[in-house]
């Protein structure tokens, strides 16, 4: 089954610009995903990237696809502090179900 | 509803006793998943239906586990002999399976501690 790691947390000023990654282990996923968690909420997807692409924007959002080397980010440009969430990268590895990193705590500080 | 609804939010149970969480999915909506996230972890896969059935239980942690779709709408998962280890939040998914962008709506959740 598909595996997906990401790094536990990560600190920002606000105004600057964050970058969380991850890696993934079954290259079958024919989208990658990122969604965002705020506390008491549910899951809600930010964006996504078609496999074959190795780039995608959306506003403030850029999403890097590097395929040989299983590896997503996503770039926030301008975080703000209603920026702070936990960040889940996930993959279907060529099934219907998503698999889910551990999530990226981002917290964005004055 | 205009979102995926599910209830209770909140559940507290005594260990070995039997619980249901209900999950009321986006009207239309063909495909519903079960999720359980841990505190730290992101959610982990438990089962999805399509329609009435379900197509993939795999991430079924045991036998006390068990979820059920009739008519195709609202699910319900089912929990028997509770443990201690089961204390999670429950998210409950649903998408159009026939989107291709496979893109799923989530619940908030139903929070389960069993003492």
């Known amino acids: 089954g598909e595996d997906v790691e990401q790094s536990l947390f990560l600190s920002v000023r606000e105004g600057d610009s964050s970058v969380i990654n991850c890696t993934y282990t079954d290259s079958s996923s024919t989208y990658l995903y990122w969604y965002k968690q705020e506390p008491g909420a549910g899951l809600q997807l930010l964006t996504y990237?078609?496999?074959?692409?190795d780039m995608k924007q959306d506003q403030r959002l850029t999403v890097l696809l590097n395929k040989k080397d299983k590896h997503l980010s996503l770039r926030i440009a301008d975080t703000q502090t209603g920026d702070s969430a936990i960040y889940f990268c996930?993959?279907?590895?060529?099934?219907?179900?998503?698999?889910f990193g551990t999530g990226t705590q981002l917290k964005v500080e004055l | 509803g205009a979102g995926v609804s599910q209830t209770p939010s909140n559940k507290v149970t005594e260990k070995g006793k039997y619980v249901e969480l209900r999950c009321d999915p986006i009207s239309g909506h063909t495909a519903l998943y079960w999720y359980r996230q841990s505190l730290g972890q992101g959610p982990e896969f438990l089962i999805y239906f399509q329609g009435t059935g379900a197509a993939d239980d795999s991430g079924l942690p045991n036998d006390r586990f068990f979820a059920v779709r009739p008519e195709g709408s609202v699910s319900t998962l089912k929990i028997q002999r509770t443990e201690r280890g089961d204390s999670a939040v429950y998210l409950c998914?649903?998408?159009?399976?026939?989107?291709?962008?496979?893109?799923?709506?989530f619940g908030e959740g139903s929070r389960l501690t069993v003492l």
């Open positions: 998914a649903s998408s159009y399976a026939e989107r291709n962008t496979g893109e799923l709506f």
């Open positions: 996930a993959g279907t590895g060529g099934g219907n179900k998503l698999t």
């Open positions: 990237i078609f496999s074959n692409m």
